[in-house]
C-alpha cells in the first residue's frame, strides 16, 4: 500500500519561504497522481493544488497559484511544495494525498493521507 510522510513545516514571518516535502513508498507511484490539502483550526481540509503522475498537468487553489509551485521527483518518490510569499491565513496543517483513479479539487478523489505537517505564518 502507499505510505506518505510529509516534512518541512515550521514558522515563518509573512513574506518568507518554506518547501514542503512528501516521501512516498509504492509499486507504482511514478503514475499516481498527488495532490496538497491544508486544514485550519476549526475549518474544513480545503484544496491547495495537485500534480499529473507524470507533472504534466497541474492545478492550484486560488488562493495558492502565483505563489506556491507543486513538483514531483519520481526518481526520489518525493513531491514537494514551495511556498513563497506566506500570509497568516496560510496557516494550517499541510498535508499531502495520493489518488489511483485521477486527481481533482475533492478530497474524496483520493485514497491515501500523510500525517500533515504544520505551517505557521507570522504577522
Known amino acids: 500500500q502507499v505510505q506518505l510522510v510529509e516534512s518541512g513545516g515550521g514558522l515563518v514571518q509573512a513574506g518568507g519561504s518554506l518547501r514542503l516535502s512528501c516521501a512516498a513508498s509504492?509499486?507504482?507511484?511514478?503514475?499516481?497522481?498527488m495532490g496538497w490539502f491544508r486544514q485550519a483550526p476549526g475549518k474544513e481540509r480545503e484544496f491547495v493544488t495537485a500534480i499529473s503522475w507524470s507533472g504534466s498537468s497541474t492545478l492550484y487553489a486560488d488562493s495558492a497559484k502565483g505563489r506556491f509551485t507543486i513538483s514531483r521527483d519520481n526518481v526520489k518518490n518525493t513531491m514537494y511544495l514551495q511556498m513563497n510569499s506566506l500570509k497568516p491565513e496560510d496557516t494550517a496543517v499541510y498535508y499531502c494525498?495520493?489518488?489511483?483513479?485521477?486527481?481533482?479539487?475533492?478530497?474524496?478523489?483520493?485514497?491515501?493521507w500523510g500525517q500533515g505537517t504544520q505551517v505557521t505564518v507570522s504577522s
Open positions: 494525498a495520493v489518488t489511483r483513479y485521477g486527481m481533482g479539487r475533492s478530497r474524496s478523489n483520493y485514497d491515501y
Open positions: 509504492g509499486r507504482t507511484f511514478s503514475r499516481y497522481d
